[in-house]
């Protein structure tokens, strides 16, 4: 452990609120390779985005470049039209299905996953799929923040609910529990009489 102590909230530095809300309440969750600068699109976040989608191209195209050459093996093994068209749609099904299962997990909260069982070799061989499915989703905005930004105002939301309800003076909410209990209890002993 170390003797330091950073508070979570509070100026920093250059002025300033860290924690990224500044009025305390729930912290939005980070982002992979943007961290929370989704939330007020600050800190070099269309940089990022920028970044990430060329990254996701770059290596989507590297990796359609390997599929490649794995099939002009199988061109130069002769093993026939049939096995290269079975595997030509093999891996086209195969990167459908994971660029949807990796939208849907960028968009929205997803269903049951298929990564959780079975579906997981299906999702490893369509791995353009997914890459591609960050790309398109980098032009838009980070991948992931339409989610993030749901459950973090959501969250907002209950919080401000919550500390809405305590607000107001405590005395008279007493006073009046109090009373409430005092006649409930006054009601039950005139019952038992």
């Not at 191209?57 to 359609?64: E, I, T």
């Not at 459950?151 to 005395?171: C, F, L, S, V």
């Not at 006649?183 to 002993?189: D, F, H, L, T």
Request: with cysteine.
């Amino acid at each position: 452990m170390s003797d330091q102590h950073t508070p979570a909230d509070g100026p920093e530095p250059d002025g300033r609120e860290s924690g990224g809300t500044g009025h305390g309440g729930p912290e939005p969750a980070p982002i992979r390779f943007f961290g929370t600068s989704w939330v007020r699109h600050d800190g070099g976040y269309g940089l990022r985005r920028a970044g990430v989608a060329v990254g996701s191209l770059a290596l989507a195209a590297a990796g359609a470049a390997v599929l490649r050459f794995a099939f002009q093996g199988l061109e130069i093994a002769s093993v026939g039209p049939f096995v290269n068209t079975l595997v030509v749609v093999g891996f086209a099904v195969c990167s459908a299905l994971a660029f949807r299962h990796t939208w849907a997990g960028l968009t929205g909260r997803p269903g049951p996953s298929v990564a959780d069982g079975s579906g997981q070799g299906l999702l490893l061989i369509g791995f353009v799929g997914s890459l591609l499915a960050y790309f398109c989703r980098s032009l838009v905005e980070a991948p992931g923040e339409q989610r993030h930004r749901a459950e973090y105002e959501a969250a907002r939301e209950r919080y401000e609910r919550r500390r809405g309800a305590r607000t107001g003076n405590p005395a008279a909410r007493k006073s009046g529990a109090k009373t409430g209990a005092k006649a409930g209890a006054k009601a039950g002993v005139k019952k038992r009489r």
